[in-house]
């Protein structure tokens, strides 16, 4: 039994892939070249979803779909293997080679305890292996999850799950790590726990695939990042070079895209009064003292918050902290447990709107655009020249409106929420999450958009995110919820 | 372990109460049929009772009188409910017996049929669901689904007469009708087996399928953990809690099924008793035997809420079907 | 459920409808229905005994032959499919209005409505179709087609209740009536525009689905001699009478389970999506 406990074999191996090429039918998915990961430095690919990123991951792990091909090989020290045998690597799982999938809330079987979860991934494993559960313990409590073990995954948070995630996957003692977009859904403190676990296994020796869209995620890693668009690598090197002084156009854009450096007509950064009501500009929502929970657990109590025409607010914080039910308790879409939520007369008929996290479920899903913007235009009294003006403007055509909801994608879908937000000329917009599904260059774009709609009408924002580095971008006051113990 | 301990709680307060639910049901649908009794079901009655050579009119009014349809009728349907709440059903208006001794005959036997389809159906439909889920779109897939659309647009009667004929009339292998001797229960569970295997293997094959393509399922390979040890440890678990509330809606399917297989083949149960106390307008077995069906599929559903409960950890509205 | 590794390239399930299966089935239903409805029509009394001519062999002029009695089986099988299709389809009709409303209704108005409405169908739900039948059709002097009607119908609303307020519930719950109700769009909008196109294939689906019940429901209580009572011509009992002579006259018993099957797998063909 002293097999199951040992400890990671550490190697001076390295991971080397001459050539790699992913298909499916005649489409090629991935092509790569020359790629190489050394013992103690990371290598980061980023890009845009359908960039190829996650399909080449898979391919090395030998864990792509059935419908997709792979062809090349590639090397772990001196042993070769062949990318297109899926079955050849089988028995590196676990043991030289392990995946940190994503959402790894979905990785865990939702009816077996943590414990057992984490133990199972162990060298040699089988039914009541006690040493494997003792090992199993040992990695908890070293991540800080001693008390999770006789846990079901239900109970745990995002960020506690990739942690039980990650103790599964490594403790096999495999050197080589593929971790897989870590960064969804996840707030910037469990991230940063993530990036520590990750530095860890490098210090160690270990190798260490990266794949993900956060640009800062991949600067706070550091090692070699790699740019893929459109099935290729269009720029390489070490990361602080490739993303403070791009050499290529698309890498530029990528890295203009991230909220950090935006830099808008709209913005008002700097003119922002941050302190002190305006007094001659009423309240369009005024709630005192509000408080709400949720089973057993306090979401928030005795905010007070104002909102007055023209104001940009946001409301940040860790996920599942309340934020959304915080902003529909404004909005009096839900009702909150104590405290008043007062709305400012004229704002009945519409003038209060709200932009939805995926915009798909925000339109009646089985007609067409056009058939659900009809009752709306009808409704306010709209020329139908009014929404194609909006829609041009918004960079889309009319016909467009022809589809339905599922035939779009969602970047055009929040834009056509956005022109539909629009029609009854609202005096504040709740936008919950509205671009937290899209890539950073479809995200940069909405939000010009949707932000020069704004400012033009004099519309007041009040906007949801997890991310702290859009919200002082774009709101000129923010509230913060904290976990409430 | 609290939410588990509430949740047990919950399972049990709703069944009670939906039983409750079904036992006034029925026993007001038997009342309306009492309260609408006509001169001559009275006299079908007391025929049923003496034989028809001897029954007379006084007979027959002897036998309205029994029922008490002199009184208000609110009255009659207090007393009613009170007593088929005390399971006091009185005694059989055919053979005299007290009707509980007869109900309680008649589930045994419902109950071993019961018992042997769903077993059969389980084993049938879990076999043919598992290997059509191998690979989905294949061939042994479109088999199954051949096989679940031909045993839905059967119904258990014909299947039980086909079967009768290939295996008893034809080829004289097992006895066609009774209840006597060990083999005959075979006809009877297998058409009923079959019959309810179509939707059973249905569910297993979509459930192995959804489950196989599971990110946890996915994750557990990728851990290292081996072929047979991902099938029993994570496939055949969140498969089953997908497929035991299924059970669930089965129940009715299988208690309905009962009643015609029984009356086909003449099995001692509660749906053959059934079938003959509408016939006879027998009421007080009638309403105990309808009582005793509907309180089974409760009990059924119970046991498979209860069975949800201990596989599956996550809390839930309790909105299981049926 | 699980995570898109490549969202564009969702594959095609196995189960996707069948535009040829559903045309096919519809085609053999029209054909079903002229019979049952024109049929009654342009043959021979389905009544009229003549004992001479007991079970005779299928001729030209007689296509399915003759019964025991000396009857016309191609007139009683007319007779049967009219009665089934008819019967099948009132009682269907009756469940999905009743149901569907009460869903709805259930749905949409929540408190003391849904809770009262579910309360009812939960004790509905735990009592089979058959059973409520048979008390129904024991309540009624026997063999009475408004006792089958009512005892099916009343069997089925709980289905469609029950589906219909799931679903209902879950669109009125979405984004999409929230978005609604924040245009000020009216309960019309959400009627015409988010309710009625979601629930519309569910129907239709559950009314195939029930269509079948009905008909293998009534054929499986004329069998048990509790349903509709001899002479009149119903599938089940038409089943029932001839199973004695299935060895010297197997056309008397094949014709009926033929159409019983045909009935079931063109409803079964029609279905729009895969529930089973």
Same mark, same amino acid.
């Given at each position: 039994m002293t097999e199951t406990a040992r400890s990671p074999h550490r190697t001076d191996h390295l991971l080397s892939v001459p050539k790699a090429i992913v298909r499916h039918g005649s489409h090629t998915l991935a092509d790569v070249a020359d790629l190489r990961i050394e013992p103690g430095r990371a290598l980061t690919i980023v890009g845009e979803s359908g960039s190829g990123k996650s399909v080449l991951a898979h391919a090395l792990m030998g864990t792509l779909p059935t419908e997709l091909t792979a062809e090349g090989s590639m090397s772990i020290g001196p042993t070769r293997f062949d990318l297109a045998d899926r079955r050849g690597r089988r028995h590196l799982w676990g043991r030289e080679l392990a995946l940190l999938p994503q959402e790894p809330s979905l990785a865990l079987d939702p009816t077996m305890r943590v414990r057992q979860q984490v133990a199972e991934g162990a060298y040699g494993w089988r039914p009541r292996d006690a040493a494997a559960l003792r090992l199993a313990d040992e990695r908890l409590d070293h991540f800080g999850l001693a008390n999770a073990g006789s846990a079901y995954p239900h109970t745990l948070s995002g960020g506690m799950a990739q942690r039980v995630a990650y103790a599964a996957a490594t403790i096999g003692g495999a050197s080589i790590l593929i971790v897989d977009?870590?960064?969804?859904? #996840?707030d910037a403190n469990a991230l940063e726990l993530l990036a520590r676990l990750l530095d860890d296994h490098l210090a160690q020796g270990g190798l260490l695939l990266m794949i993900t869209h956060d640009l800062r995620l991949a600067r706070r890693i550091g090692g070699t990042v790699m740019v893929m668009r459109a099935a290729t690598v269009v720029e390489s090197g070490p990361a602080e070079e490739v993303l403070t002084t791009p050499a290529h156009d698309y890498t530029r854009q990528l890295v203009a895209a991230d909220p950090a450096n935006w830099s808008f007509p709209w913005m008002r950064r700097a003119t922002a009064s941050a302190s002190g009501a305006e007094p001659g500009v009423p309240a369009l929502v005024s709630a005192h003292s509000i408080a709400k929970t949720y089973g057993d657990r306090t979401l928030f109590n005795d905010v007070d918050i104002e909102i007055r025409a023209g104001e940009r607010w946001a409301i940040t914080g860790p996920s599942g902290v309340g934020k959304t039910t915080l902003g529909n308790v404004l909005l009096r879409l839900t009702s909150a447990d104590r405290g008043t939520v007062v709305h400012a007369p004229g704002t009945g008929d519409g003038r209060l709107q709200k932009l939805y996290q995926d915009p798909g479920l925000s339109f009646p899903r089985r007609v067409s655009l056009q058939r659900a913007l009809r009752d709306v235009m009808r409704r306010y009294e709209v020329p139908e020249a009014r929404v194609h003006a909006l829609l041009a403007k918004v960079g889309l055509s009319p016909s467009i409106l022809q589809r339905r909801p599922t035939e779009v994608s969602g970047g055009e879908l929040q834009r056509i929420a956005i022109v539909r937000a629009m029609l009854p000329r609202p005096a504040l917009l709740f936008a919950d999450e509205a671009t937290s599904r899209l890539d950073l260059a479809s995200q940069q774009a909405t939000m010009d958009i949707l932000m020069s709609e704004l400012d033009e009408i004099g519309c007041a924002l009040l906007m949801v995110t997890h991310d702290r580095a859009m919200a002082s971008a774009v709101a000129d006051r923010q509230l913060s919820l904290e976990v409430q113990p | 372990m609290r939410s588990r301990r509430t949740g047990l709680a919950v399972v049990l307060a709703r069944r009670s109460a939906q039983g409750l639910g079904v036992a006034v049901l029925v026993s007001l649908l038997c009342f309306l049929v009492v309260r609408r009794l006509p001169g001559d079901a009275a006299y079908r009655i007391a025929a049923g009772r003496y034989g028809y050579d001897l029954v007379d009119q006084e007979a027959a009014d002897a036998v309205r009188d029994e029922l008490g349809l002199d009184r208000p009728a609110w009255q009659q349907l207090g007393s009613w409910l009170a007593d088929a709440l005390q399971l006091d @059903? =009185?005694?059989?208006?055919?053979?005299?017996?007290p009707v509980l001794d007869e109900v309680g005959y008649y589930l045994v036997g419902t109950l071993q049929l019961a018992a042997a389809s769903l077993a059969l159906a389980i084993l049938l439909g879990g076999a043919v669901g598992v290997l059509a889920a191998r690979r989905p779109g294949g061939v042994l897939d479109r088999i199954a689904t051949g096989w679940v659309a031909g045993v839905r647009a059967v119904p258990p009667f014909l299947l039980g007469l086909l079967l009768v004929v290939v @295996?008893?009339?034809?080829? =004289? #292998?097992?006895? &066609?009708?009774?209840?006597?001797? &060990?083999?005959?229960?075979v006809l009877p569970a297998l058409t009923l087996g079959v019959s309810l295997s179509g939707l059973i293997a249905r569910v297993t094959r979509d459930a192995v399928v959804e489950v196989g393509q599971s990110d946890y399922v996915r994750f557990a390979h990728t851990k290292g953990l081996a072929e047979r040890w991902v099938l029993l440890r994570h496939v055949v678990r969140n498969a089953a809690v997908v497929l035991v509330p299924y059970l669930g809606v089965q129940a009715v399917i299988l208690i309905e099924g009962v009643v015609v297989v029984e009356s086909l083949f003449a099995w001692q149960g509660l749906g053959h008793a059934l079938v003959h106390a509408v016939f006879w307008r027998d009421v007080p077995v009638l309403q105990a035997t309808a009582l005793a069906l509907a309180l089974l599929i409760v009990t059924i559903n119970t046991l498979v809420d209860l069975a949800v409960l201990w596989l599956d950890p996550r809390p839930r509205r309790l909105e299981a079907p049926a | 459920m699980t995570t898109p590794l490549l969202e564009e390239l969702a594959p095609a399930g196995p189960r996707r409808p069948r535009p040829i299966a559903r045309r096919s089935a519809a085609l053999g239903l029209l054909a079903l229905a002229v019979f049952a409805l024109v049929g009654p029509l342009v043959l021979a009394d389905p009544a009229a005994q003549d004992l001479g001519r007991y079970l005779e062999s299928p001729s030209l002029a007689e296509p399915l032959g003759r019964d025991d009695y000396g009857r016309s089986v191609l007139a009683r099988l007319a007779h049967a499919t009219r009665l089934s299709l008819v019967l099948a389809a009132l009682c269907v009709a009756t469940a999905l209005v009743l149901g569907t409303a009460a869903g709805i209704a259930s749905a949409w108005l929540g408190g003391w409505v849904d809770a009262a409405l579910r309360a009812v169908s939960e004790a509905f739900v735990a009592i089979p179709a058959l059973l409520v039948v048979l008390l129904v059709s024991a309540l009624a002097s026997g063999g009475s087609l408004w006792a089958l009607y009512l005892g099916l119908a009343l069997a089925q609303w709980v289905e469609y209740f029950r589906v219909v307020r799931a679903r209902a519930s879950l669109v009125l719950g979405s984004p999409a009536v929230e978005a609604a109700g924040l245009l000020r769009l009216g309960p019309v909008h959400i009627i015409r525009q988010h309710l009625w196109p979601d629930l519309r294939p569910l129907l239709t689906t559950l009314a195939s689905l029930g269509m079948v019940t009905s008909i293998l429901a009534m054929s499986t209580l004329g069998f048990v001699k509790v349903g509709l009572q001899p002479p009149r011509a119903e599938l089940g009992l038409m089943i029932t009478d001839a199973f004695p002579f299935y060895d010297v006259a197997p056309w008397m018993v094949i014709a009926p389970i033929g159409v019983l099957f045909l009935l079931t797998v063109c409803f079964l063909g029609l279905r729009t999506s895969k529930d089973a």
């Open positions: 977009e870590p960064s969804k859904g #996840l | @059903f =009185g005694r059989s208006l055919v053979t005299s017996r @295996f008893s009339a034809q080829l =004289g #292998l097992l006895p &066609a009708v009774g209840h006597g001797s &060990a083999s005959s229960i | -």
